[in-house]
Protein backbone atom coordinates (compact mmCIF):
# COMPACT_ATOMS: atom_id res chain seq x y z
CA UNK A 1 0.00 0.00 0.00
CA UNK A 2 2.88 2.29 1.08
CA UNK A 3 4.33 1.69 -2.07
CA UNK A 4 1.74 2.40 -4.28
CA UNK A 5 0.94 6.02 -2.14
CA UNK A 6 4.37 6.66 -3.22
CA UNK A 7 4.07 6.03 -6.67
CA UNK A 8 0.63 7.92 -7.14
CA UNK A 9 2.64 10.89 -5.52
CA UNK A 10 5.30 10.62 -6.98
CA UNK A 11 3.11 10.22 -10.45
CA UNK A 12 1.17 13.93 -9.19
CA UNK A 13 4.26 15.51 -8.91
CA UNK A 14 5.39 14.57 -12.42
CA UNK A 15 2.03 15.95 -13.94
CA UNK A 16 1.89 19.03 -11.98
CA UNK A 17 5.55 20.29 -12.57
CA UNK A 18 5.15 20.67 -16.25
CA UNK A 19 1.55 22.84 -15.24
CA UNK A 20 3.80 24.69 -13.05
CA UNK A 21 6.25 25.84 -15.45
CA UNK A 22 5.70 29.35 -16.57
CA UNK A 23 5.63 30.23 -19.94
CA UNK A 24 7.38 33.28 -22.14
CA UNK A 25 4.29 35.08 -22.59
CA UNK A 26 3.86 34.94 -18.78
CA UNK A 27 7.41 35.86 -17.77
CA UNK A 28 7.42 38.62 -20.24
CA UNK A 29 3.71 40.16 -18.92
CA UNK A 30 5.42 39.82 -15.56
CA UNK A 31 8.24 41.79 -16.13
CA UNK A 32 10.82 39.22 -15.38
CA UNK A 33 12.02 38.38 -19.05
CA UNK A 34 12.75 40.89 -21.76
CA UNK A 35 13.45 41.06 -25.12
CA UNK A 36 17.59 41.66 -25.41
CA UNK A 37 18.83 44.16 -27.93
CA UNK A 38 20.42 41.30 -29.19
CA UNK A 39 17.56 39.35 -30.54
CA UNK A 40 17.40 36.84 -27.14
CA UNK A 41 15.19 36.75 -24.09
CA UNK A 42 17.10 37.71 -20.48
CA UNK A 43 16.37 38.25 -17.38
CA UNK A 44 15.30 41.54 -16.17
CA UNK A 45 15.13 41.47 -12.47
CA UNK A 46 16.05 38.79 -10.01
CA UNK A 47 16.51 35.59 -11.38
CA UNK A 48 15.44 32.09 -10.66
CA UNK A 49 16.39 28.22 -11.59
CA UNK A 50 12.87 28.16 -13.72
CA UNK A 51 13.42 31.58 -15.52
CA UNK A 52 17.05 30.76 -16.48
CA UNK A 53 15.95 27.33 -17.83
CA UNK A 54 12.92 29.31 -20.00
CA UNK A 55 15.67 31.63 -21.28
CA UNK A 56 18.04 28.70 -22.55
CA UNK A 57 14.84 27.08 -24.04
CA UNK A 58 13.50 30.01 -25.23
CA UNK A 59 17.14 31.56 -26.92
CA UNK A 60 18.10 28.03 -28.28
CA UNK A 61 15.50 27.37 -30.10
CA UNK A 62 15.63 31.29 -31.93
CA UNK A 63 19.54 30.60 -32.21
CA UNK A 64 18.78 27.22 -34.10
CA UNK A 65 16.10 29.67 -36.43
CA UNK A 66 18.26 32.67 -36.28
CA UNK A 67 20.96 30.03 -38.06
CA UNK A 68 18.50 28.39 -40.49
CA UNK A 69 17.49 31.77 -41.79
CA UNK A 70 21.14 33.16 -42.21
CA UNK A 71 21.97 30.07 -43.93
CA UNK A 72 18.79 29.90 -46.59
CA UNK A 73 20.00 33.89 -46.91
CA UNK A 74 23.90 33.71 -47.06
CA UNK A 75 24.18 35.99 -44.39
CA UNK A 76 25.59 36.29 -40.51
CA UNK A 77 23.74 34.87 -38.04
CA UNK A 78 24.25 38.62 -36.06
CA UNK A 79 22.38 40.47 -38.98
CA UNK A 80 19.62 37.74 -38.48
CA UNK A 81 19.18 38.52 -34.65
CA UNK A 82 19.68 42.12 -35.08
CA UNK A 83 16.26 42.32 -37.39
CA UNK A 84 14.58 40.35 -35.39
CA UNK A 85 15.11 41.99 -32.24
CA UNK A 86 13.77 44.81 -34.03
CA UNK A 87 10.70 43.04 -34.60
CA UNK A 88 10.17 41.16 -31.33
CA UNK A 89 10.17 44.51 -30.01
CA UNK A 90 7.78 45.95 -32.06
CA UNK A 91 5.16 42.88 -31.22
CA UNK A 92 5.80 43.58 -27.17
CA UNK A 93 2.43 44.47 -25.02
CA UNK A 94 2.07 47.56 -23.36
CA UNK A 95 4.18 47.37 -20.07
CA UNK A 96 6.59 44.55 -21.57
CA UNK A 97 10.30 45.09 -21.17
CA UNK A 98 13.03 45.16 -23.75
CA UNK A 99 16.68 46.54 -24.19
CA UNK A 100 17.59 49.73 -25.85
CA UNK A 101 20.94 50.43 -27.78
CA UNK A 102 22.78 51.17 -24.72
CA UNK A 103 21.68 47.83 -23.00
CA UNK A 104 19.16 49.77 -20.81
CA UNK A 105 15.36 48.37 -19.81
CA UNK A 106 13.17 50.01 -20.93
CA UNK A 107 9.40 49.15 -20.54
CA UNK A 108 6.73 49.95 -23.77
Known sequence: M???LNGLLALTLL???PASAITLKEA??????GEANSGYIAVVQESSPELEKLVAE???KRKQEYAAIAQRNNIDIAQVAARAA???EARLSKGEYYQDNL????QK
Open 2 to 4: KKL
Open 58 to 60: VNS
Open 15 to 17: IAL
Open 103 to 106: GRWQ
Open 86 to 88: EKL
Open 28 to 33: QSQGLV
